[in-house]
């Protein structure tokens, strides 16, 4: 059985990426090769480079990505590069309704087998939105057979009520629950390695720069926490399009001694064993892979509102609104000096291990 799985925006390092990789690595292969396919660019070598040691191909297309504009201009190359390749299923991956109906249409004009799309985020509800879901959501039922989301909120985003109400499957966004256990020969070295002293109180977060991850809110939450705990570090990891803006606001703060910014790197689950709390500000979730990770690793999280309660699993995980920043420094301090916990068992038993995730894929695909 031949799969495709296309992604709607740029591979690069961001939750969605995150899900292909994980069930690549996990799904059992046998009668089964996976190629993935992106209308833009890949910049994620270890994705590109586990894909292969699978046997599988990553297809660029080398399209200028242009968010917020209408991307039925991906309608037609995306059917000559199905109909030239040939899959049995093809598994479209998405943040947008567009994305996900137009590609859905060009697998069914290269006559796919399975046609399965899938919504990786929410977002914010409008009249505009609205009016985008009410028209794409009768090319969604004409091309589509399965219909998937990692949340139901984001399914309740991207699809009609009748989707929702009759056909939406939620998939857990699973991981590999031990890489992140606790570690303190890696919280040492790694600290070390950062020039972090043992006592620093290290406040964490993982994600891409972008408007919805709400960086700005972390910078001034930290700037209020930092005055009360000097000795309190600000450790942020991940990269993408606002991560100058946001260096020039720790400057403007005089915060530059205190914070430290990663870049995307390879390794995350070492970066967790360095962390003290996360934070997670975000404007909206489809799921939230990082919230899952840092409660693997043991960590108190506060988290916003914006992000779906069923990520929600372990102890230590406080959902505070954007507006009571008062609530959020209060928390993080109390944090403090709380003991990391280990939540493994309950994150297993709420079905987020991956083998249980990449399991139900491949059932999917056969079915």
Known sequence: MNVIEITGEPILHGGQEKFILNVIENIDY?????????PYICDNEGFRKLLISKGGNVYELGLEFKPGESRKLLLNPITQFLKEHHYDVVHIHSGSISVLAYTALAAKHASARKIIVHSHSTGISSIKHKVI???FGFLLKKCATDFLACSKQAGEMKYPRSIVKNDLK???NGISIDEYKRNDEIRKSKRNELNIADDS???GHVGRF?????????VSLFGEIHEKIPISKLLLVGDGELLTDVKEEVKRKHLE????FTGNVDNVPDYYQVMDIFVLPSLYEGFSFVTLEAQAAGLPCIISTGVPQTVVLGQNVDQISLEDINGWIERAIYYKDIEPVDNSTVIREKGYDIKQTAAK??????G
């Open 30 to 38: 046998s009668g089964l090769s996976i190629d993935v396919l992106t």
């Open 133 to 135: 879901r009410f028209i």
């Open 170 to 172: 939620i998939i857990e």
């Open 201 to 203: 109180y290290v406040i």
């Open 210 to 218: 972008s408007q919805e991850k709400n960086h700005s809110f972390i």
């Open 257 to 260: 001694d205190s914070v430290i």
């Open 361 to 366: 894929i491949k059932n999917l695909y056969e």
